[in-house]
């Protein structure tokens, strides 16, 4: 068992057929085909199921799949560490597009010879990405850590509040402080799916958990900004991010009853064996944050 095969079975695991594989290793199918056939028959194994087109793992392959993943962030930890030069680190990261908004920067400003490739995922898929070794970091809120297992560790880096914001030219802008009454009579921009994991939720997908303040939803838009130009225009009142309102110049209402601002945490998630530079990396972003 060589750690080129190892490369390949993980690459084939995540793209399932061969031809996708090739494209992202840049070699052929043929040659990936004789790698796995190489693997398997140094193991005494079959690892996958053909399914139509695609390769499936079988119960060995599902086995394999996290040791190989263990094997090569150990082996990329000591090539880093045994580098006579610095290298320039590569690393990918997979986060909801409500996260990076705010992160993304953050995380720029303190990755020093780090190259970072982004992907757009919903939190569970971002998760799921980092077990199976197609990226290096998941960018996610705390309410994900039901689903990490042994093999994960999580960093907070900061958090987030959900404020009731308006626009500038709104009519409740000059008052700051507004009640229930006065608040029932504007209408909201809402999102329906969660912009965290995904789910289609329906109108408390914001954070808005106040059954008693009632609100008028009279636009849908799950594009974050899309929402903050109907706020930004005094269209629309919203609940939104902290870090959204002072980007965008939104003017922040405090409501006199009691609406409890919804605040989450915010983590990296990594591999244990993950190299040290990503270990480094996130506790790095935490004084930023």
């Known amino acids: 068992m060589e750690i080129l095969e190892l490369i390949r079975f993980v690459e084939i695991a995540n793209a399932k057929t061969l031809q996708s594989a090739a494209t ?7 040659a990936l085909s004789k790698s796995l056939k190489k693997l398997e028959s140094s193991l005494g194994i079959l ?13 060995n ?10 094997i090569l962030d150990i082996k990329n930890n000591v090539k880093a560490m045994l580098t006579p030069t610095s290298p320039v680190f590569n690393c990918r990261i997979s986060a909801p597009a409500i ?3 705010r992160w993304i920067g953050i995380i720029g400003a303190t990755a020093r010879d780090i190259q970072i490739e982004y992907e757009t995922d919903f939190e569970l898929t971002a998760l799921e990405k980092v077990k199976k070794g197609v990226v290096d970091i998941a960018l996610t809120t705390q309410l994900i850590q039901p689903h990490l297992n042994e093999d994960l560790e999580m960093v907070t880096i900061g958090e987030l509040t959900l404020n009731l914001a308006v626009g500038k030219t709104h009519p409740l802008a000059g008052k700051r402080s507004v009640t229930s009454a006065e608040l029932v009579n504007y209408p909201f921009a809402v999102p ?11 109108l408390s997908c914001d954070g808005w958990s106040n059954s008693s303040l009632k609100r008028e939803a009279k636009w849908i838009v799950n594009d974050y900004a899309a929402l903050c130009e109907l706020v930004k225009y005094g269209l629309a009142v919203a609940y939104l991010p902290d870090y959204m309102i002072e980007a965008w110049q939104l003017i922040q209402l405090e409501v006199a009853s009691n609406l409890n601002n919804d605040t989450e945490q915010v983590c990296l998630i990594y591999r244990q064996h993950a190299p040290a530079w990503i270990k480094a990396l996130a506790e790095e972003v935490k004084p930023f944050s």
């Open 47 to 59: 690892l996958f199921d053909r399914v139509g087109k695609q390769l499936v793992l079988n119960e």
């Open 99 to 101: 996260l990076q908004y």
């Open 61 to 70: 392959g599902k086995r394999l799949l996290p040791e190989a993943i263990k």
């Open 24 to 30: 992202n290793l840049h070699t052929t199918p043929g």
């Open 192 to 202: 329906n799916t969660s912009p965290f994991c995904g789910e289609l939720r329906g």
